[in-house]
C-alpha cells in the first residue's frame, strides 16, 4: 500500500482530534465572552474635576456680628465645674463668739491651738481661758509662730529662737520676702512656719492634804489651811458632771484639762474620793475652785463653778456633791474645767475617766 491511501481507522481518529480542537475554540470564545459582558456591566468610575485655582485675595468674608448680637448669645450652665481650692497665705482676724474655745477655734482653722496662742499673746498671754467673746484674734494659715521682727534680727537668730530653719522662713510665701535678697524691716509681722516655743502656763500649784497653810493673799480665798487628813481614793473615776460631753478646750499642751458640759447651777461631783484642800475662790482665772487630795498621789481640780459646797479639810465619798457648775473666772461660757493630776504632774483626764 502506498503512503498516500488512507484506511478507514485513520479518517475516524482524524476526525475526532478535529472534533476536540473545536470544542477548545468554542470554550475559549464563550470564555472570552462572558468576561468582556462583565466588564461592561461594572459601572464607570466617576470623573473628579478640580476647582479652578481661587486668589486668596478675591475671597470675601462674612461681616462680623455686632457687639449686641454677641451679648445675646447663650451658653448654656455646666453643673460640673469645679472651682479649685487655693491655699491661703495671709493671716486672716476672726471675731471670738459666745461658746468659742481656743481648741474649737484651731480645729475649725486647721491650726494648733499652739499656734493660735502663739499667733494671739498680746491678748491671750498664754492663758487659753483669757478668750472673751468680742476678742479678735489673729489666724495664721499654717502651723507655726507669728512673729513681730526686732531690730538686730536675722533670718538665722529668729530661726534658732523658734526651733525652725532660715531656709524655710524666707521661702514660705505668705512672708512676701525677694528671694534674691531677702530682707525683713523691723516691726514687720511674719511667719515663722512649723515654729515653736515655750507656754508661759497659768496653773494653780498642787496643793497636799498634810501640807502647811497656803497663803490666800497668793491663790485666793478658797486657800485652805492645810495639815489635813481623812479618806483616801478608790484610784478609779467617775464623771463629775451629769452630762459626758466635752463643750470647750480638750487636754493639750496649753490646756492641761478637759472643759465639760455643765451649765451654771449644775451639780458638780467629786470624781473619786479625798479631802478637800481649797475650796473657793482662786486667782490665776480659775475662778471659784475645788481641789481634792486623793491620798494617792492623785488630785483633781474643778474650776469656774457658780458656788462650792465641800469645805476645807472635810472628807468626801466619790460621787459626792461638792459645787455647782459656772462661769466665774477666765471663762468663754459656762462649763467644768476638769484637771487630774498626779504626783505633780498632769494626766489626761480622757485616761481615767470611764468612756461617756
Not at 105 to 125: G, K, S
Not at 239 to 266: C, F, K, M, R
Not at 293 to 301: F, K, S
Not at 322 to 347: C, D, K, M, Q, T
Request: proline letters at 8%; one cysteine or more; charged letters at 15%.
Amino acid at each position: 500500500m502506498s503512503p498516500a491511501s488512507s484506511t478507514p481507522s485513520d479518517k475516524h481518529k482524524l476526525l475526532a482530534q478535529t472534533a476536540w480542537g473545536v470544542a477548545i475554540v468554542l470554550v475559549v470564545v464563550a470564555g472570552t465572552a462572558s468576561i468582556r459582558a462583565y466588564q461592561n456591566a461594572k459601572p464607570a468610575s466617576p470623573e473628579i474635576s478640580l476647582p479652578d485655582p481661587v486668589d486668596p485675595k478675591t475671597i470675601v468674608l462674612p461681616a462680623m456680628p455686632s457687639p449686641g448680637e454677641l451679648a445675646s448669645i447663650s451658653r448654656a450652665a455646666s453643673l460640673n465645674t469645679i472651682i479649685p481650692d487655693r491655699s491661703r497665705v495671709e493671716v486672716i482676724q476672726y471675731t471670738v463668739q459666745h461658746g468659742d474655745s481656743v481648741f474649737g477655734i484651731a480645729e475649725h482653722f486647721n491650726i494648733t491651738p499652739e499656734t493660735l496662742l502663739w499667733a494671739n499673746y498680746a491678748v491671750l498671754d498664754d492663758n487659753p481661758d483669757y478668750l472673751e467673746p468680742g476678742m479678735v484674734l489673729n489666724i495664721p494659715p499654717i502651723n507655726g509662730v507669728y512673729y513681730q521682727w526686732e531690730q538686730g534680727d536675722s533670718f538665722e537668730s529668729v530661726a534658732k529662737k523658734f526651733s525652725s530653719k532660715p531656709e524655710d522662713i524666707v521661702a514660705w510665701v505668705g512672708n512676701r520676702l525677694d528671694l534674691t535678697n531677702p530682707s525683713v524691716e523691723p516691726g514687720t509681722w511674719i511667719l515663722v512656719p512649723d515654729g515653736q516655743r515655750e507656754f508661759r502656763r497659768w496653773i494653780i500649784p498642787t496643793f497636799a492634804r498634810g501640807s502647811a497653810g497656803i497663803s490666800k493673799e497668793v491663790y485666793g480665798s478658797g486657800a485652805c489651811a492645810g495639815g489635813y487628813e481623812g479618806l483616801y481614793g478608790t484610784g478609779s473615776f467617775v464623771w463629775p458632771t451629769p452630762i459626758h460631753q466635752l463643750v470647750g478646750n480638750e487636754y493639750w499642751s496649753g490646756h492641761l484639762a478637759l472643759d465639760l458640759a455643765a451649765d451654771v447651777g449644775v451639780q458638780i461631783y467629786a470624781s473619786d474620793s479625798g479631802v478637800i484642800v481649797f475650796s473657793g475662790w482662786s486667782t490665776g482665772g480659775y475662778g471659784y475652785m475645788v481641789m481634792i487630795d486623793h491620798g494617792n498621789g492623785y488630785q483633781t481640780v474643778y474650776a469656774h463653778l457658780s458656788q462650792t459646797v465641800a469645805t476645807c479639810g472635810s472628807s468626801v465619798t466619790q460621787g459626792q456633791l461638792i459645787a455647782y457648775g459656772g462661769n466665774s473666772g477666765n471663762s468663754s461660757g459656762p462649763h467644768l474645767h476638769f484637771e487630774v493630776r498626779l504626783n505633780g504632774g498632769f494626766v489626761n483626764p480622757w485616761y481615767v475617766l470611764p468612756p461617756p
